[in-house]
């Protein structure tokens, strides 16, 4: 199954949770704080509505220190522990027989390697899985693919995003 992550357009009683059906478009919650407001309460209420329904929450975000603070990344995170979510990446998603569980998908877009790797840390305290939506990787150098493999031996997913436009 292919899954196309949307941020227009969802409005059903699962708009920002995936049930473990076989829908094929998600929508997302951006956690950008630094860009714009962030509305709390409606992450409180999907983290709850995630976890009482065994559905997975998503969430996305960019830039690490430019559009998402480090402390709104902790908020999430440390909410998500909050409700019992398990971390799962939009490849277990798309796995065959997934087994449905509460879980919070969150996922960074773009191409700031640079900073995603500085939340490293963070992202290990809370053993949280997240999914890095790589553009312009043809342009990432030798570095900021060896960062995105050690992200990877973490337990990470990466997706190229050309990859999947393709495919």
């Given at each position: ?6 941020t ?18 998600l ?14 309460d ?21 830039i ?63 053993h ?20 995105l ?19």
């Open positions: 199954m292919a899954l196309v992550l949307a227009a357009g969802c409005h059903d009683e699962h708009w920002l949770t995936y049930p473990w059906d076989d829908r094929g478009i929508c997302s919650q951006p956690m950008d704080d630094l860009k714009e407001s962030v509305p709390w409606l992450v409180e209420d999907q983290m709850e509505e995630a976890q009482l329904t065994s559905s997975v929450l998503t969430l996305h975000a960019h690490p220190g430019q559009t998402i603070s480090v402390k709104a990344l902790e908020r999430v995170l440390d909410m998500a522990d909050a409700h019992h979510l398990a971390y799962v990446t939009y490849r277990d998603l798309a796995a065959p027989n997934p087994t449905p569980r509460a879980g919070l998908a969150f996922a960074f877009d773009d191409s700031a390697i640079y900073a995603w790797i500085n939340v490293r840390d963070i992202l290990l305290a809370h949280a899985r997240v999914t890095f939506f790589v553009t312009r990787w043809a342009m990432a150098s030798e570095s900021d693919r060896d960062e493999h050690t992200l990877y031996g973490d337990g990470h997913a990466s997706e190229r995003i050309a990859a999947l436009l393709t495919s």
